[in-house]
């Protein structure tokens, strides 16, 4: 079983999911909320370049488009248009990192500002870039959670991600497809510390979208059987999350702000949502985790 791999005072995690669709950035929003209620320092970094993105869904994506603005792509090649300060912005109590629209071209900009270190005889690792711009900006003595969240591809977004935060939650679709992939988590995990020389944690597994069907209950029933931690399962909630989207809030928020009575098949998910951060701070403090290069 792969355990939390960082022993430092910031709970650190990215979101992963190898398919879109599942409800990954929904998740890492709303357990981001969840910590800041429980009176957390939170910041989320958003690496995803979509515009179903973790800054659309908290309302902090006005500046996407802005040539003129500074981003953190700026920060990652150094050449930052004033300090990461700038950068964030803030929504329901939890800090953000919005992402910009030059996230798509990423790929091409690090490898160019790799080959001029090269050029110059210099060595310049384009997968620990985030890593560098959070460790020099101070974030462990400022925050107690970082969250990730980084589109599935795996690419160089995926990789500056795990290497900032050492630790996946990782949501995934009950279904056979959904189960396959967790299968393969351990492979996945191990292919990354091979690659990025760093280990990797995977503080939790979360089945999204249960509709309690047959195919579904045996999903599940094979997750009990592996190592992986899955300490909630989340009910299929496509009205509830797809109106957070239309109003740009969490789940939290979209439920005290936007519903004239109380549902409580709603407040059940609130209460799973705050059971999984509460499992992720607790996890986090009990790891007896070795030493890392997470932000301190």
Same mark, same amino acid.
């Given at each position: 079983? *792969?355990? #939390?791999?960082?022993?430092?005072?910031?709970?650190?995690?990215?979101?992963?999911?190898?398919?879109?669709?599942?409800?990954?950035?929904?998740?890492?929003?709303?357990?981001?909320?969840?910590?800041?209620?429980?009176?957390?320092?939170?910041?989320?970094?958003?690496?995803?370049?979509?515009?179903?993105?973790?800054?659309?869904?908290?309302?902090?994506?006005?500046?996407?488009?802005?040539?003129?603005?500074?981003?953190?792509?700026?920060?990652?090649?150094?050449?930052?248009? @004033?300090? *990461?300060?700038?950068?964030?912005?803030?929504?329901?109590?939890?800090?953000?990192?919005?992402?910009?629209?030059?996230?798509?071209?990423?790929?091409?900009?690090?490898?160019?500002?790799?080959?001029? #270190?090269?050029?110059?005889?210099?060595?310049?690792?384009?997968?620990?870039?985030?890593?560098?711009?959070?460790?020099? #900006?101070?974030?462990?003595?400022?925050?107690?959670?970082?969250?990730?969240?980084?589109?599935?591809?795996?690419?160089?977004?995926?990789?500056?991600?795990?290497?900032?935060?050492?630790?996946?939650?990782?949501?995934?679709?009950?279904?056979?497809?959904?189960?396959?992939?967790?299968? @393969?988590?351990?492979?996945?995990?191990?292919?990354?510390?091979?690659?990025?020389?760093?280990?990797?944690?995977?503080?939790?597994?979360?089945?999204? @979208?249960?509709?309690?069907?047959?195919? %579904?209950?045996?999903?599940?029933?094979?997750?009990?059987?592996?190592? *992986?931690?899955?300490?909630?399962?989340?009910?299929?909630?496509?009205?509830?999350?797809?109106? !957070?989207?239309?109003?740009? !809030?969490?789940? *939290?928020?979209?439920?005290?702000?936007?519903?004239?009575?109380?549902?409580?098949?709603?407040?059940?998910?609130?209460?799973?949502?705050? %059971?999984? #951060?509460?499992?992720?701070? %607790?996890?986090?403090?009990?790891?007896? @985790?070795?030493?890392?290069?997470?932000?301190?």
């Amino acid at each position: 079983m *792969f355990v #939390a791999c960082d022993q430092t005072r910031v709970l650190s995690y990215t979101v992963h999911a190898e398919a879109g669709g599942i409800g990954k950035t929904t998740l890492a929003a709303n357990l981001a909320v969840a910590d800041a209620r429980a009176g957390r320092d939170v910041l989320v970094v958003d690496l995803d370049p979509q515009r179903a993105n973790l800054s659309r869904l908290l309302g902090v994506d006005e500046h996407r488009n802005d040539t003129d603005a500074d981003h953190l792509v700026r920060h990652l090649i150094e050449r930052p248009r @004033g300090p *990461f300060d700038n950068l964030v912005e803030t929504s329901e109590g939890v800090d953000i990192v919005p992402a910009h629209s030059v996230l798509e071209r990423i790929g091409d900009l690090l490898a160019r500002r790799r080959q001029e #270190a090269e050029d110059l005889g210099e060595s310049w690792n384009q997968n620990v870039q985030l890593l560098r711009v959070l460790r020099e #900006a101070g974030v462990n003595d400022r925050y107690d959670t970082l969250i990730v969240d980084p589109p599935a591809t795996a690419d160089v977004k995926l990789y500056n991600a795990v290497h900032a935060t050492r630790n996946l939650v990782v949501p995934f679709e009950p279904s056979g497809k959904g189960t396959e992939s967790i299968r @393969g988590l351990e492979d996945l995990v191990t292919g990354m510390e091979s690659s990025l020389d760093i280990s990797v944690g995977i503080l939790a597994v979360v089945p999204m @979208g249960f509709r309690d069907t047959t195919s %579904q209950q045996e999903a599940l029933a094979e997750l009990g059987e592996m190592t *992986f931690s899955h300490p909630v399962t989340i009910r299929q909630r496509g009205a509830l999350f797809e109106s !957070c989207w239309d109003v740009q !809030c969490s789940a *939290f928020e979209y439920v005290e702000s936007h519903r004239s009575r109380v549902r409580e098949y709603e407040q059940d998910t609130l209460r799973k949502l705050e %059971q999984l #951060a509460t499992f992720l701070r %607790q996890y986090n403090t009990d790891s007896d @985790g070795g030493e890392s290069d997470a932000p301190r």
